[in-house]
C-alpha cells in the first residue's frame, strides 16, 4: 500500500451553516500546506441520494504514503482543525482506504 485516502463525515451539533463554512476555512488555512497531502475536498453533501444520515458537512484528504498520513495525524495545523470539529461536532466518523484498494 502506497497512498491513503483520510475520509472524515461530520454532523454538527449547532449551526450547519456556519460550522460548515467555519471548517471550510479552517481547512484552507491549515491543512494545505501539510507536507504529503496530495489533495483535499471539503464541504457540504452535492449528492442528489440523500443518503448523508445526519452529517452535514465532509472532507476527504489524499496522502502520498501512509507514512505521511501518520505524521499529518499529530501535526499542529492539524490539530487546530481536529479540535474545531471535536468540539463542535455531534458525530464525526473517520475511514482511511488504502490508494487502489
Not at 500546506?33 to 440523500?50: C, K, L, N, Q
Not at 487546530?80 to 471535536?86: H, I, M, P, T
Not at 458525530?91 to 487502489?100: E, K, L, T
Amino acid at each position: 500500500m502506497s497512498g491513503v485516502t483520510h475520509v472524515v463525515l461530520v454532523g454538527w451539533r449547532g449551526d450547519a451553516a456556519e460550522s460548515s463554512t467555519r471548517a471550510d476555512a479552517l481547512v484552507d488555512e491549515h491543512l494545505r500546506g501539510i507536507r504529503g497531502v496530495t489533495a483535499i475536498d471539503r464541504g457540504t453533501s452535492v449528492s442528489t441520494e440523500g443518503l448523508e444520515r445526519d452529517h452535514d458537512w465532509g472532507m476527504v484528504v489524499r496522502f502520498a504514503t501512509v507514512a505521511d498520513r501518520d505524521a499529518y495525524l499529530p501535526d499542529p495545523s492539524h490539530a487546530v482543525v481536529a479540535d474545531f470539529l471535536g468540539e463542535n461536532a455531534a458525530r464525526i466518523v473517520v475511514f482511511d482506504v488504502a490508494a487502489g484498494a
